[in-house]
Structure formats: C-alpha cells, structure tokens
C-alpha cells in the first residue's frame, strides 16, 4: 500500500513533470527567441565589419591626401629658381635655367627632389591629368632647359581613380584665383582641386619659391 499517496490538486511530482515534455508552443516560442538572438548578433557582426571597412577606406584616403599633399609642397617649396624669373618656361641655358609650365591640366617645375635614400638631386618634375589618373613624372634637367618628351620619362600614379583635376593661380597672397594663367611671372600660390573615386579631397594650395 501507497504509504504516500498523491493528493488531489497538489503538484506533480518531478519525475512526471520530466516525462511530460515541453508543448509545441513553449517550442515555437523558445525558437523564435533563438532566431531574434541570432539575428541580432549577425546584424551586429555586420555593422561592424562595414564600420571597420569605411574607417580603413576613409584612413587610407586621408594617406593618400596626406602623401600627395606633403610631396607637392615640398617639392614646390624646393623649386630651382633662376637668375631671370620673368618667363613661364626657360629663364635661361645650362643648370641656371628657370622652368615652369602652366596648363589646364598640368603643373611642370624644376625643383631638387629626394626619391629615395641616396637617389634624388635637381629634377624637372611634372603633375599632370592623363586619363583617369594623376601622374607624376620627372626627369634630369637637359643643357637647353627644355624637357625631352614627358611620355618617354619615368612616372608614377599619385592618385587613381581620378573624377576631376583643376588648376589656379594667384598673383600674391591677396588677389584671386585665376584659372587661365597668363602672366609672365612665377604665381605666388598653386591650388590643385581633386575629385577622385567619387570625392572632393581638400583644396591643396602651395606656395611657389620665388614668386614675386
């Protein structure tokens, strides 16, 4: 004889609350809250990877702005000016020569320049549009002062990806910025207006050595 029998309307034992099992709608619902969980953690997961791949998109466009910014300036600030500064191309013969060309779309100087450890001295250097890419170029300075073809000189792309390129000039400090150059004199400031892969870079402007 049951020395412990089961009372109506006391709770079931464990065991048989165990054997009994969950219903299909404590299972849906149990599923369903997995599914949110998971959802949410994916979406998470997601958002940041696209967040991590849009600061090292945007960290290497400020490198790329930076380099190409820092190169420029430097190599503007170190421009080889010769005894006559009033012509836009060739002051003059031999090393003494003052070079500096004005295009729509392209900048040409004679500057002393470091490309590597070792290697580097006067060059004429060119900045210039070619197709969807800015283009350095340069090359040893020739006895006449004029450059050999720039097609036939060493290169390398400073920007690819190139939307829009634009030049202008000031006279001094104070005057505006002029687009067509037509003066006989060195400009005092150089802007070079970049749109590339999509996106205005900051306006760069450089001072020219010697301008007057």
């Not at 990877?49 to 702005?65: F, H, S």
């Not at 004429?124 to 097609?151: F, K, Y």
């Not at 390398?156 to 634009?166: A, N, P, Y």
């Amino acid at each position: 004889m049951n020395q412990y029998p089961v009372q109506r309307g006391s709770p079931e034992p464990a065991h048989k609350v165990w054997q009994r099992g969950f219903t299909l709608v404590e299972v849906m619902v149990a599923l369903t809250i997995l599914s949110l969980v998971m959802l949410a953690t994916v979406t998470g997961l997601r958002t940041l990877a696209n967040t991590q791949v849009a600061i090292e998109r945007m960290t290497g466009r400020v490198d790329e702005v930076r380099t190409v910014s820092g190169f420029l300036r430097d190599a503007l600030e170190s421009s080889i000016i010769g005894s006559n500064t009033s012509g836009m191309s060739v002051g003059g013969l031999g090393s003494d020569a003052t070079f500096f060309e004005i295009s729509s779309d392209s900048l040409a100087w004679k500057s002393t320049v470091l490309f590597g450890e070792g290697f580097g001295g006067s060059h004429m250097i060119r900045v210039a549009r070619e197709d969807d890419r800015l283009v350095l170029r340069w090359q040893e300075p020739t006895w006449s002062g004029r450059p050999v073809s720039w097609n036939t000189v060493d290169s390398r792309t400073l920007v690819s990806d190139l939307d829009e390129f634009k030049l202008s000039f000031r006279k001094d400090f104070t005057s505006p910025w002029m687009e067509n150059w037509d003066s006989k004199k060195l400009p005092a400031l150089v802007r070079l207006q970049v749109r590339a892969a999509g996106r205005y870079w900051p306006d760069l402007i450089f001072s020219v050595r010697g301008a007057r």
